[in-house]
């Protein structure tokens, strides 16, 4: 059952949210009429990913919704803390926390600089814990306050960390803070989740990774159909689980995903983290 009908009048902080999932998560609130804080660094065109907060800001005010498009690298604390202010001073609040913003690196010991372990852990796990502690004192303030992080069930299995020890350790890290802080605000009422999607999604991102076969993924708007219906869940009884996209769409009744296959009748792709599919 859900608690909210919808997400009219609720307030997103999304990291990441110019392009790729977190801005289908920011479109799918936005089409309920909520207030979109899109936090993410790209002010500017990348030379190789199209999408910036202001575009994205645009995209979101088109579908109903009302944005605030922010500069925010979330490796640093005063950025974060002063996009949570302004969030507050102009929305009045936050209730939804979706850490989205990752870093990927999809090599071995090796072969990956410190630069880039820094990156990842930077954004990935510590990204996630100073978002989540930034926003909570807010968040529990909310009716139904929820914290979703875009990150993998936690599965200890050596097959997940030799092709890429660092990368699996930084996502495991935003899974972690789901286990601990979901235990930890309990009392408080904020839901805390993970959310995983079963196959390779087809973002901009995903497309500059060889080999990476984006023709047999689903789109974003599965994960964003997915992080919805969490969403709109009691953040009170729904806290410190580990979802799979097509397994909550399931639950909520809809089993016939090929509307989000980027090539309909293509064998799909497995993600990282999740078993090949059968």
């Given at each position: 059952m859900n608690a909210e009908s919808n997400l009219s009048g609720?307030?997103?902080?999304?990291?990441?949210?110019?392009?790729?999932?977190?801005?289908?998560?920011?479109?799918?609130a936005a089409r309920d009429g909520a207030n979109v804080v899109i936090a993410a660094k790209t002010e500017k065109a990348h030379p190789k990913l199209p999408g910036t907060i202001y575009t994205a800001a645009a995209e979101i005010?088109?579908?109903g919704g009302r944005a605030l498009p922010l500069v925010v690298d979330i490796r640093f604390e005063d950025q974060v803390y002063g996009a949570v202010e302004?969030?507050?001073s102009r929305f009045g609040g936050i209730d939804i926390l979706v850490n989205n913003a990752s870093a990927i690196s999809l090599t071995g010991t090796l072969e990956t600089p410190m630069k880039r372990y820094d990156l990842m852990m930077?954004?990935?796990?510590r990204g996630t814990f100073l978002c989540s502690q930034a926003c909570s004192p807010h968040l529990k303030k909310a009716p139904n306050p929820h914290i979703l992080m875009l990150s993998p069930p936690l599965d200890m299995r050596a097959k997940w960390?030799?092709?890429h020890v660092a990368y699996t350790m930084a996502k495991y890290g935003m899974s972690m803070c789901v286990l601990g802080m979901a235990e930890e605000f309990r009392s408080i009422g904020i839901g805390v989740n993970a959310l995983w999607p079963r196959t390779i999604i087809a973002t901009a991102a995903l497309q500059v990774i060889p080999g990476a076969e984006v023709e047999r993924g689903r789109t974003p708007a599965i994960v964003a159909d997915a992080a919805w219906q969490i969403l709109t869940r009691d953040s009170r009884s729904t806290t410190g689980n580990f979802f799979v996209d097509d397994e909550v769409l399931a639950a909520a009744g809809v089993t016939d995903l090929s509307r989000y296959a980027v090539s309909p009748g293509k064998s799909l792709r497995a993600d990282l983290f999740v078993d090949e599919l059968v």
């Open positions: 609720k307030t997103l902080f999304i990291t990441g949210a110019s392009r790729g999932i977190g801005l289908a998560i920011g479109l799918r005010e088109a579908a302004r969030a507050v930077g954004v990935n796990t960390f030799a092709p």
